[in-house]
Structures are given as structure tokens and as C-alpha cells.
T-cell receptor
Framework: DTEVTQTPKHLVMGMTNKKSLKCEQH?????MYWYKQKAKKPPELMFV???????INESVPSRFSPECPNSSLLNLHLHALQPEDSALYLC???????????????FGEGSWLTVV | TQLLEQSPQFLSIQEGENLTVYCNSS?????LQWYRQEPGEGPVLLVT?????EVKKLKRLTFQFGDARKDSSLHITAAQPGDTGLYLC??????????FGQGTRLTINP
């Protein structure tokens, strides 16, 4: 069973709505990530947080706004999304950014987002 | 840009057969991970390989990391219908970026 928990599992939102995806891990990991996955494609990196600070933003549109309130939580705030933003959003974590085993990344089960 | 070429993209075989999935790159990776993903679920980690030439076994699955840490393979012996799924290789490319292969969609027919 995954130790990265994502809520909600499914979300349907209109283009004018504001919603948030939530992610939690209790493995003591200090790096957390958001990925986006479209059907039949591999996951694409969106954001990386290290020690609660944003370290990578892969040129993601500002309608996606990440937040890391503490080392266990990661949120993704959504506003004014487009239908093409519909996808599986995956949260992940790893022990640290560097180190012999620090690169192993564990994924949550994902949040299915549909924008109508 | 670091790329991982995964092959084959699709594979459909009969139960009991053996198969191998390949991930190849011209770049060196500090580690490489294999994941299995069911429809509508997140990728589940199968193994991480770190050392060039490393071989890891997980029941009927054998993972190998190339000596130069540029390629990897996944071999499944006596495939079962429960092995059906999307298999993803992903290489660690520094700064905590994972470079994913395009995935292999495996179907094991009873």
C-alpha cells in the first residue's frame, strides 16, 4: 500500500471554480512532488519541493499554485482551469534530494481531475 | 535533454511465456526505478537499481542495470495474468528529476 495519500480521488470542477488537491506523507520524506499524467502517457513533472521550499517549477501555468504548509503536506490549488487540464494528478515524495537512495520516489494513488 | 527509450511499447503474450522489457539511453543515470501502474492508479515502485551491473530479483521479475548505468531491463519469467499493467522505467537525472520512458503496456492472456 502506498504511504502517500491523496485527496480527493476524483474531482470535477468548472472553469471558474477554485479547488485544491491535497497530499500527505508520514515517511519523514523531505522532498515532495506534483506530477501530471494524461491518458497513455508517462507522468510529467510539475513542481518539486525540498525542505518545504519550491525548488523546481517546470514552467507550469499560474492557474496551478502549489503550497507546502509543512514537511508532511503538499497542496495544489487550482483556479480558472481549462478542459485540457483534465488529467491524473500524482503526488510523490522521496527521502531527500540527494544521497545514495535519495532518488527513490514513491507515488500516491492520484487525483482524477475533470474540468468541464 | 536526457531521454529514456522504452521498448516494446505494447506486448501481448500468453500465460506462462517469458518476456523482457528494455530501457535505453545515451545518458548516465545515478539510479533507475521501475514502476507498475494499473489504470486509474498511481505508479507503484517495483525496484530501484543504483550500481552499474546490478541485478535484483523480485519473485518472477529480474531487473538489471547496465554496467555503464545507461540502460536497464526487466525480465518476467512464466508471466501470469496478474502481471498485466503498464510498466514504466524512470531514471534519476539529478536535481530530483525523474526521466520517464514511454511505458510498456503488457497484457498476459490466460
Amino acid at each position: 500500500d502506498t504511504e502517500v495519500t491523496q485527496t480527493p480521488k476524483h474531482l470535477v470542477m468548472g472553469m471558474t471554480n477554485k479547488k485544491s488537491l491535497k497530499c500527505e506523507q508520514h515517511m519523514g520524506h523531505r522532498a515532495m512532488y506534483w506530477y501530471k499524467q494524461k491518458a497513455k502517457k508517462p507522468p510529467e513533472l510539475m513542481f518539486v519541493y525540498s525542505y518545504e521550499k519550491l525548488s523546481i517549477n517546470e514552467s507550469v501555468p499560474s492557474r496551478f499554485s502549489p503550497e507546502c504548509p509543512n514537511s508532511s503536506l503538499l497542496n495544489l490549488h487550482l483556479h480558472a482551469l481549462q478542459p485540457e487540464d483534465s488529467a491524473l494528478y500524482l503526488c510523490a515524495s522521496s527521502q531527500a534530494l540527494h544521497g545514495p537512495s535519495g532518488n527513490t520516489i514513491y507515488f500516491g494513488e492520484g487525483s482524477w481531475l475533470t474540468v468541464v | 535533454t536526457q531521454l529514456l527509450e522504452q521498448s516494446p511499447q505494447f506486448l501481448s503474450i500468453q500465460e506462462g511465456e517469458n518476456l523482457t522489457v528494455y530501457c535505453n539511453s545515451s545518458s548516465v543515470f545515478s539510479s533507475l526505478q521501475w514502476y507498475r501502474q494499473e489504470p486509474g492508479e498511481g505508479p507503484v515502485l517495483l525496484v530501484t537499481v543504483v550500481t552499474g551491473g546490478e541485478v535484483k530479483k523480485l519473485k518472477r521479475l529480474t531487473f538489471q542495470f547496465g554496467d555503464a548505468r545507461k540502460d536497464s531491463s526487466l525480465h518476467i519469467t512464466a508471466a501470469q495474468p496478474g502481471d498485466t499493467g503498464l510498466y514504466l522505467c524512470a531514471g534519476a537525472a539529478g536535481a530530483q528529476k525523474l526521466v520517464f520512458g514511454q511505458g510498456t503496456r503488457l497484457t498476459i492472456n490466460p
